[in-house]
């Protein structure tokens, strides 16, 4: 069964940067499309980032200019840099595959203002 492992969360001052790291556990990381997502407290959780097999991006509004997703097949590990930070992106962070398998446990980014 595939596992998903993120890493890289923390506390940070807004405009501050963290860089978010996924791994992957499965044989056939490169063919699959990533995405990071995230929940803040009391919302539903929203797709934030995705990336395809051949490194094509899409961002919600909210974070575009700020956040880059990228990729290294090599490692099976999907990042997220997150830059210029808000205290609104404040939120446990997940990464899956698309279409998605079962979610691992996240890591929480909490941005101070």
């Known amino acids: 069964q595939v596992q998903l492992v993120e890493s890289g969360g923390g506390l940070v001052q807004a405009g501050g940067s963290l860089r978010l790291a996924c791994a992957d556990s499965?044989?056939?990381?490169?063919?699959?499309?990533m995405g990071w997502y995230r929940q803040a407290p009391g919302k539903q959780r929203e797709m934030v980032a995705t990336?395809?097999?051949?490194?094509?991006?899409n961002y919600v509004d909210t974070v575009k200019g700020r956040f880059t997703i990228s990729r290294d097949n090599a490692k099976n590990t999907v990042y997220l840099q997150m830059n210029s930070l808000k205290p609104e992106d404040t939120a446990v962070y997940y990464c899956?595959?698309?279409?998605?398998?079962?979610w691992g446990q996240g890591t929480q980014v909490t941005v101070s203002s």
């Open positions: 990336i395809s097999s051949g490194g094509l991006t």
């Open positions: 499965g044989s056939i990381f490169s063919i699959n499309a």
């Open positions: 899956n595959r698309i279409p998605k398998v079962p």
